[in-house]
């Protein structure tokens, strides 16, 4: 079985996992609705992707 020689230092630790912080995720305003989304995703109130309409857009109920 593999043993380190070595204790590794809280340093080196970090170091390590200096890359496993999970991403921001981008968000903008929408031009037409003014809704928060993400880019090139479609708009989920009005059902629009860069200005035509793909969905039906959604009703309050």
Partial sequence: MAV????M??????????GHKMPTVTVIEDKTSG??????????????????QVLAAKTEA
């Fill in 4 to 7: 380190p020689r070595k204790k």
């Fill in 9 to 18: 230092s809280k340093s080196r630790i970090g170091m390590r996992r200096s």
């Fill in 35 to 52: 809704e928060l989304r993400r880019p090139h995703h479609i708009d989920l109130k009005s059902g629009t992707y860069k200005g035509r």
